[in-house]
């Protein structure tokens, strides 16, 4: 059981920053997958970044470049750091965690989103 808490968002003007955070607790696990979700007013919930396991990150053609996914083990947390925000990223922004199969991730655990609003 694991539970996902998001912080960070906010409102920004076009061209700023921010950073998004997920603090994970329960029972965790180091192998777990962990990547960032969001979804706009007008879209589909949508993959934005996704940590392979062997650490390298996968991005969104849509924020490739200006978005980076770290995460700190010791303190079970995710991070999104956003740069060159537009108002297409407008949108509530989730975290989600779960097993790392042999193809693919299963996402178990969501947090209950932070929003983002670009201006």
């Known amino acids: 059981h694991v539970q996902l808490v998001e912080s960070g968002g906010g409102s920004v003007q076009a061209g700023g920053s921010l950073r998004l955070s997920c603090s994970a607790s329960?029972?965790?696990?180091?192998?777990?997958?962990m990547a960032w979700f969001r979804q706009g007013p007008e879209n589909a919930r949508e993959g934005v970044a996704q940590i392979e396991a062997d650490g390298s990150a996968v991005y969104a053609d849509s924020v490739k470049g200006r978005f980076t996914i770290s995460q700190d083990a010791a303190k079970n947390t995710l991070y999104l750091q956003m740069n060159s925000l537009k108002a297409e990223d407008t949108a509530m922004y989730y975290c989600?965690?779960?097993?790392?199969?042999?193809?693919?991730?299963?996402?178990?655990?969501w947090g209950q989103g932070t929003q983002v609003t670009v201006s």
């Open positions: 989600a965690s779960g097993l790392r199969l042999p193809t693919r991730c299963r996402y178990d655990y």
């Open positions: 329960g029972t965790t696990n180091s192998g777990y997958c």
